[in-house]
């Protein structure tokens, strides 16, 4: 596979700075709404909070990739005196847990980082964080080219792992007869 130069974008998280206040939940979720903005359910959003206000726990974690399976391995961490779940710190949208998914649809959900056009300086949930625990940083970088699966595709292949594929044919045949 060729090397390429690619453009990366992170979002580093201050922990510390986190208070729990959910706004990058709520302006993640209405900017993917469709229409845009139309309406807004942090069960849609693609960073959730890992909260726990009695122990003064507040993880903000952003949507990863699709796994078909659950991983084997699980970790716990005590960081600053404070215990974090088996699963907290992990973005996959997994089999395992209910976050990272539509909650009508099942459909995995990734950060795309506000994808738009035109760009945006800087992704919303960033923009909205006004305790400053989310930074946005780009840097270069040269990585492996490699081939980006869209929202579609992510979207079948999580339904063909579900449902197989003979289920999902049917369901075309049956959609198709109807349109
Ligand atoms: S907007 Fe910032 S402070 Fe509020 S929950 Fe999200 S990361 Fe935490
Ligand atoms: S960068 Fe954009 S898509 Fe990603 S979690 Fe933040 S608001 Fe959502």
Redesign the pocket.
């Known amino acids: 596979m060729s090397k390429i130069r690619k453009m990366v974008k992170t979002i580093k ?1 201050d922990v510390d ?9 709520v302006i993640c979720s209405s900017f993917h709404a469709t229409p845009k903005y139309s309406s807004n359910n942090p069960a849609r959003s693609r ?1 959730r ?1 890992i ?1 726990d206000p009695l122990k003064d726990r ?1 993880l ?1 974690v952003y949507a990863g990739e699709y796994v078909a399976a659950e991983c084997m391995g699980r970790d716990k961490y005590i960081i600053d005196g404070k215990e974090y779940e088996e699963c907290d710190f992990c973005r996959a949208s997994c089999p395992s847990r209910g976050i990272f998914k539509d909650p009508d649809s099942g459909l995995p959900l990734k950060c795309d980082m506000c994808e738009d056009d035109p760009a945006l300086k800087e992704p919303l ?1 960033v923009q ?7 930074v946005y940083e780009e840097r270069e970088e040269e990585v492996e080219e490699e081939v980006k699966l869209g929202d579609v595709e992510v979207g079948l292949q999580s339904l063909l792992d579900k449902y197989g594929l003979s289920e999902i044919e049917d369901a075309f045949t049956r959609i198709s007869r109807k349109n």
């Open positions: 998280i700075k986190c208070n729990g206040c959910r706004a990058c939940e960073i909070l909260r507040y903000p949930c909205w964080c006004l305790a400053d625990a989310l």
